[in-house]
């Protein structure tokens, strides 16, 4: 069969690890074959068996959900479950406000239902308390979830959970809807294969691992959500989402986030209404209501966003922020947010009950944020999640001594795990990026966390054009040719603040995933870049504004600069001194350096770095060993040039450049240039005075160029680059 595979598909399964082909065929082509038997989580027999008897002796079972969207579906595919039993059942969603995990209203209120059985969803694998007051209440308590347990488990008629340490289960990394969907298997006698829209969906939303019967889960949920029911359905409507497009991601960025959004902000049971109506009106009017809900609540993030924005110090390796008034609901996505933008560890922090904080903190790879809350733990009063995602509660005289103690761990990181890093899962020529390999790609997906969509990376380009495109132009979109002269485009999304770091003929590097779209009816590949990099081996700049911002956006890889200030005819060399450039006497011109041309602001004796410099010429940006040539005025240029100030004999430098420069399409720098070469051969002479050029014609004979030091030097650097 790999006989068949693309053979970059079959490289990066390979890479992936998946070598045998019983491994790649299992994965790239998932089947129900491959599930694993429910009655290997252990507990089921007792589970299935206490639940069998509730349905026989008619007992009312109450489901206690999460507010989360795994939760939330986990809670609705059981209540389906149980009712196809026909068992009278409850569900009960705790408010974020109530606080994560079994409730003890949620017991309370099991009792005064006349339920005699609770079945928690997603949660309850850490509530030794509350399984102990089940108990004095006289519920029998089946506990189904999938996050890590504690030291010591909850009392309870059964224990689900894959990541128990007893548990033979083959698959640990099953969502809270996973394990749901097993105890729904195992009760039901039968593949209950209608249910796994829900566990699609729950699944995606906890980003869980793609893998396993993960994939083999959202795989075919995706399929039932193509004809989806009344409230996924609707809910998709409201997201613009159609359901023969959706795909994995459209569950974590459209359809989560509306899910969770009642949860954050209202009425956590709002959703749950959705997952289970039978009437496409209803559906739609609560999709409508989630809809604002998640508005209102991207508004909050939004504001929490700007307001945590304020507070960051960027050369902190990680960032611990608090303010009384934000919103608990928000704080996590919003630390992600910060994550996504700084790659740096991040805890948001805010005001609770009776002198308490609460915080969420989201983490990079490498920086395990529950093992550096436990080396914090004598500043807090309780915390816990995951290496990437946690919660911590304070008190609030310890708010300075945690963030110093967190600041602290962070401090003995290596800076290396502060740098984002692209992982590439192939390097691609461009001409390879075809609408076969791109198809070939999709018997990967779905795609998402333990199995990225593959990122290529091609080389060697030139970049023919740039634009912004986008509603307010916050794309960026570019051109390119290969060396054998392939021409191509992609878009790289909201990086619009790039757009100025390019310019037509520089060499680039681009790391990018391939996609296949259909335009007017045609399929075509696309190219989505994460990220570009352009030649760095030395950088003509010639720009208008010449500040500190540019330079910043050049660095590191911008060592060294190369001014050459027409009216001073003296070259001025800097070079990096931290974060500014200083002005350094000597001139070396050295092709393994990173250098600028620049023109310097009219009548300046030096060029003011840091100070904004106006010049008529085009802000353009030239790097690239292929640009070099350019550097050099060619006899043709040097013609036009000698007649220009033979025949004017005073000029401004905006005529100049206007009248020469600029009709040539010689840089401006060149132009310069030239007018250094014809004084040194002793041709014209040049002075200046109030940025008026005064020309004298020295000599009309012919001169050998060899003669000028300056056109010798250039066009030695030129070779030497070129
Ligand atoms: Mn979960």
């Known amino acids: 069969m790999n006989n068949h595979l693309h053979p970059v598909l079959t490289r990066i399964l390979h890479q992936r690890g998946l070598t045998t082909e019983q491994e790649i065929e299992r994965f790239l082509f998932p089947d129900f074959s491959h599930e694993h038997d429910p009655y290997l989580l252990q507990g089921m027999a007792s589970a299935v068996a206490r639940l069998r008897l509730a349905s026989e002796s008619q007992e009312k ?7 989360d969207a795994d939760g939330l579906t986990a809670a609705a595919l059981m209540f389906k479950a149980l009712s196809s039993m026909g068992i009278r059942a409850y569900v009960y969603i705790p408010s974020r406000d109530d606080g994560y995990g079994l409730q003890r209203e949620g017991l309370m209120l099991a009792k005064e239902k ?37 030291s010591v488990l909850p009392p309870a008629v059964a224990v689900i959970n894959p990541r128990l340490s007893t548990c033979a289960y083959p698959f640990k990394e099953l969502a809270g809807v996973g394990v749901a969907y097993k105890v729904a298997v195992a009760l039901l006698g039968e593949p209950a294969r209608d249910f796994l829209d829900l566990v699609a969906v729950g699944t995606v939303a906890d980003v869980a691992p793609l893998v396993g019967e993960n994939r083999l889960y959202v795989q075919k949920g995706l399929e039932i959500l193509k004809t989806p029911s009344f409230g996924f359905s609707a809910l998709m409507r409201v997201a613009g989402v159609q359901p023969e497009s959706l795909r994995a991601g459209h569950i974590g960025f459209a359809l989560a986030p509306r899910l969770n959004a009642a949860g954050r902000i209202a009425d956590a049971s709002l959703p749950l209404r959705l997952l289970l109506t039978r009437e496409p009106d209803k559906a739609l009017a609560i999709a409508e209501k989630l809809d604002t809900l998640n508005r209102e609540r991207q508004r909050i993030e939004q504001e929490v966003l700007i307001e945590a924005l304020a507070l960051v110090n960027p050369s902190e390796k990680a960032f611990v922020l608090s303010a009384p008034m934000w919103p608990h609901g928000v704080v996590g996505i919003v630390a992600a947010r910060l994550v996504e933008k700084f790659y740096r560890p991040c805890i948001l922090l805010c005001q609770g009950e009776q002198g308490e904080w609460r915080g969420s903190g989201r983490s990079i790879p490498g920086f395990d944020l529950v093992a550096a809350l436990s080396r914090c733990s004598t500043t807090l009063i309780k915390y816990g999640g995951h290496s990437l995602a946690a919660g911590l509660t304070l008190k609030e005289e310890q708010l300075t001594d945690f963030r110093h103690a967190f600041l602290a761990v962070a401090n003995e990181m290596p800076d290396a795990l502060f740098t984002r890093r692209i992982s590439i899962d192939a390097e691609l020529d461009v001409a390879e990026a075809n609408t076969e390999l791109a198809a070939a790609l999709e018997l990967l997906a779905p795609f998402g966390v333990g199995n990225p969509e593959p990122i290529f990376s091609s080389g060697q380009l030139t970049l023919t054009d740039k634009r912004l495109v986008g509603k307010a132009g916050e794309h960026l979109r570019i051109m390119w040719a290969s060396a054998q002269g392939v021409t191509g485009a992609g878009i790289m999304f909201r990086a619009a603040e790039r757009f100025d770091d390019l310019a037509a003929g520089n060499r680039l590097d681009i790391t990018f995933r391939l996609s296949r779209e259909e335009f007017r009816g045609q399929v075509q590949v696309s190219f989505h870049l994460r990220d570009f990099k352009v030649g760095a081996e030395w950088w003509l700049v010639m720009s208008p504004v010449l500040s500190d911002a540019r330079f910043a956006r050049l660095t590191p890889e911008l060592k060294s600069a190369f001014f050459q200030p027409p009216h001073l005819f003296t070259p001025m060399y800097l070079r990096r001194k931290g974060a500014r450039f200083e002005l350094r006497p000597e001139l070396t011109l050295d092709a393994a350096d990173t250098c600028i041309l620049a023109a310097p602001p009219i009548g300046s004796e030096t060029p003011p770095l840091g100070a904004a410099c106006s010049f008529v010429d085009q802000d353009v940006m030239y790097s690239g060993k292929e640009q070099l040539p350019m550097l050099v005025p060619d006899r043709r240029a040097l013609l036009a040039m000698y007649r220009f100030a033979a025949n004017r004999l005073s000029f401004s430098l905006t005529d100049f450049a206007e009248e020469f420069s600029l009709p040539l399409a010689v840089a401006y720098s060149v132009a310069a240039a030239a007018l250094r070469v014809f004084t040194e051969l002793g041709l014209l002479e040049f002075s200046f005075n109030e940025g008026l050029v005064r020309c004298a014609v020295k000599s009309l004979a012919k001169q050998d160029l060899s003669q000028s030091a300056t056109f010798m030097a250039l066009a030695a650097w030129s070779k030497q680059g070129g």
Do not use: F, N, S
């Open 61 to 67: 079972v109450m489901i206690h959900g999460d507010y």
């Open 114 to 150: 006349g339920c005699t059985v609770v079945v928690t969803v997603d949660c309850g694998i850490t509530a030794v308390k509350e399984a102990e007051e089940a108990l004095t209440l006289g519920l029998d308590l089946i506990i189904t979830d999938h996050h890590v347990p504690g």
